[in-house]
């Protein structure tokens, strides 16, 4: 059974940074593209970033470049978003996926494991 779960959300001020994390567990992590996504209320889920199987390549939203750095650890399994400078408009459940293809940032259809998400709110 593939449990895909996401921690460090929380409030943090305009400027700030937090760091979420992402933990695997029933599937060959190594073998899998993982990123993370966001969906604020009353918008459609987007791809804020994207990590190949090795954490070679890595791709971003144009909003987030240079604020955010994904990484990944394949020892243990683990995802992971360091979020800097943050913003209001960064305000958004997280949610980590992970898929047996290419990366993709447009086409969320193309993930297979999706975690519960956790909530990130940034005020002004």
């Known amino acids: 059974q593939v449990q895909v779960v996401e921690s460090g959300g929380g409030l943090v001020q305009a400027g700030g940074s937090l760091r979420l994390s992402c933990t695997v567990s029933g599937l060959a992590f190594d073998d899998y593209a993982m990123a993370w996504f966001r969906q604020a209320p009353g918008k459609e889920r987007e791809g804020v970033s994207c990590i190949s199987l090795t954490g070679n390549s890595k791709y971003y939203t144009d909003s987030v470049k240079g604020r955010f750095t994904i990484s990944r650890d394949n020892a243990k399994n683990m995802l992971y978003l360091q979020m800097n400078s943050m913003k209001p408009e960064d305000t958004a459940m997280y949610y980590c996926?992970?898929?047996?293809?290419?990366?993709?940032?447009?086409?969320?259809?193309?993930?297979?494991?999706w975690g519960q998400g956790t909530q990130v709110s940034v005020s002004s």
């Open positions: 996926a992970a898929s047996d293809g290419y990366c993709s940032l447009d086409d969320d259809g193309r993930f297979d494991y």
